[in-house]
């Protein structure tokens, strides 16, 4: 079931419990009508009336004593009734007309003394008796045309009883609409918004931006998963660039490998003789070569495997910095790679590792620095920790990408003809997290069109940790 | 026997070496450059080449910004260019330059006596 008619179906119910409960505590609260509080009182008024009076019909003389005692109790609550009604709004002539009534007939029988009764004529006791069952009769009349007043009232009541709670309903039923509209448009359109872009973006689809704004728990979510899109979208683009630019960089060695090999097939003996150390120099640089794209390749993977281990040994820096400068040198002939100052202290630290990373800043110094010149190399010992700096006069990383400079899969001058063949984009990337592997830190310090300074310092270790 | 000129643009010195050994046996004038200010410098210098093969990733001066200087000084009298890449779609580089031809890298060398007999005749 969607989010939509789950709320629908919530909002059904909370419509009920608050409309059955209101309606009653409504109907409640509304003011009754004085004249109906008494109505019971003039039903049993009329009910005890009319049975005196069908007493009074076939009275005898020895009956008198007990229709006397009768009407005086009746008489007694007919007073109260009568006082209560006084109070109801009813119209003063029907409680007027009751007194009277009342009045009259209990002078009726006051007039009888008891000892008198034997003596009474058969005349006078129907006289009396006629008196009584008319007043009585009166009475009831007067009663029934209070009972009909009073019915009236309660159909009037009713039916104001029914417009109130008809409103009652209506209101509750607009706020429901008005709450389920506003839930679904801040609550449930977003989250239905959110989850099509997260699918969309689960399929592929990274430009998809999560249009939400707001300043709540919503919009923080929709703003996480912004990032998470553009940190996504980086990711993938940045694996298809490495992917498509290690075939590219793979292909070279093996266009040169294989054009060699070519090239000798189509020769006779005195040509390979001559030929042959030629394509063996080459033959060996491009599996060099092969091998660095490889292992860069496979230290990255590893890297993101977190499955990188430090070799460590004791070794020399003074040497390890003269062998690399050594092969460095032979790349270019227009620059001269000097080195100022060497440390004599050994190290204790991964020595390949620490090696790709020098090789990698030397190799940068030389890229950028298309027109040739020096570059300078120093390496110290202070505060128990190893430093090295390479600085050149290329020309340098822009402010605004040197941010990103030791990003995976990064090239400062990507898309610019600074572009070299050799670069996949993860030398400095590697060379950081070797370093950061060490405990150490690598830096630089650029100015565009003026040069570039790279440096990193490693902990000199001590021999208990191998 | 033939006096065609060709011009190799390529920074990879092995590759460009090879190629140029390669073309030469085949009786062509082969001359090279590491890139694309180099290139122009030498058509400067010695005049249009008959064909110009041309890497499209190169330091300084790249084949893209090379053969839009070079449409733009040789808008008629330009020669052919055959783009030499490594890219997965070496045709589309081609034609994104405009380039007449294109040989995708790593290259058979009958391939590329082929497609240069073409160009050339």
Not at chain 1, 51 to 67: E, F, G, K, P
Not at chain 1, 113 to 128: N, S
Request: charged content about 25%; aromatic content about 8%.
């Amino acid at each position: 079931m969607s989010i939509k008619a789950k709320l629908f179906l919530a909002n059904i119910l909370m419509f009920l419990a608050a409309l059955i409960p209101g309606s009653v505590l409504l109907r409640s609260y509304l003011e009754v009508p004085q004249s109906l509080k008494v109505t019971r009182n003039i039903y049993s008024l009329v009910h005890e009336l009319t049975l005196l009076n069908n007493a009074m019909v076939d009275i005898r003389v020895r009956d008198i004593h007990r229709a006397k005692s009768q009407w005086i109790s009746i008489s007694n609550q007919i007073e109260e009734y009568i006082d209560e009604l006084s109070h109801t709004g009813v119209d003063a002539r029907f409680y007027n007309t009751l007194d009277e009534t009342n009045n009259l007939i209990r002078r009726l029988f006051l007039g009888i003394d008891t000892a008198d009764v034997t003596t009474l004529t058969e005349e006078q006791r129907k006289f009396l008796i006629g008196q009584v069952n008319l007043k009585t009769h009166d009475m009831i009349m007067v009663g029934h045309i209070l009972l009909s007043v009073m019915q009236e009232d309660l159909q009037v009541f009713n039916s104001r009883a029914l417009q109130y709670v008809l409103a009652f309903f209506f209101l509750v039923l607009v706020i429901m609409i008005l709450e389920y509209f506003f839930l679904t448009k801040y609550f449930v359109e977003p989250i239905i918004e959110l989850e099509k872009c997260v699918t969309d973006i689960g399929k592929g689809d990274f430009d998809r931006k999560v249009p939400l704004s707001e300043k709540d728990e919503l919009g923080s979510l929709s703003q996480a998963i912004n990032k998470m899109r553009k940190d996504l979208k980086l990711l993938t683009r940045s694996k298809e660039e490495f992917l498509s630019t290690a075939a590219h960089e793979l292909k070279t060695p093996i266009t040169v490998l294989k054009t060699t090999t070519q090239l000798m097939e189509g020769m006779d003996k005195s040509e390979v003789t001559k030929f042959l150390p030629y394509a063996l120099k080459t033959i060996n640089r491009q599996c060099n070569l092969l091998n660095k794209l490889v292992v860069d390749v496979l230290e990255v993977s590893r890297l993101e495997l977190e499955q990188t281990e430090l070799r460590k040994s004791c070794f020399s820096m003074a040497t390890l910095v003269d062998e690399v400068v050594h092969n460095m040198s032979k790349i270019s002939d227009k620059h001269s790679l000097i080195i100022q100052e060497n440390t004599s202290a050994n190290i204790v630290a991964d020595r390949t590792r620490i090696e790709e990373v020098l090789v990698n800043i030397l190799d940068n110094s030389i890229k950028y620095t298309p027109g040739g010149g020096d570059v300078l190399i120093n390496s110290k010992v202070e505060n128990n920790q190893l430093q090295v700096s390479v600085s050149d006069h290329g020309i340098g990383i822009p402010k605004e990408r040197q941010a990103k400079v030791f990003q995976r899969f990064y090239r400062a001058h990507s898309g610019t003809s600074y572009e070299q063949v050799t670069s996949m984009g993860v030398g400095l990337f590697l060379s950081k997290q070797f370093i950061n592997k060490h405990g150490g830190e690598i830096g630089f310090n650029s100015i565009e069109g003026e040069g570039t300074t790279f440096f990193f310092t490693v902990p000199l270790g001590n021999q208990d940790e191998l | 026997m033939t006096d065609k000129r060709i011009l190799i643009v390529e920074d990879n010195p092995d590759l460009s070496m090879l190629t140029k050994l390669a073309l030469s046996k085949k009786g062509y004038q082969v001359t090279c450059a590491g890139n694309g200010e180099e290139a122009l410098a030498l058509i400067e210098k010695n005049g249009m080449p008959d064909l110009i093969l041309l890497d499209m990733k190169m330091p300084v001066m790249d084949g893209w910004e090379f053969s839009k200087v070079f449409r733009e000084r040789f808008p008629s009298n330009g020669a052919p260019i055959m783009v030499m890449t490594a890219a997965q779609d070496s045709q589309a580089r081609a034609r994104e330059i405009g380039a007449e031809s294109f040989i995708g890298k790593p290259f058979e060398l009958q391939e590329l006596f082929l497609t240069v007999g073409r160009m050339i005749r």
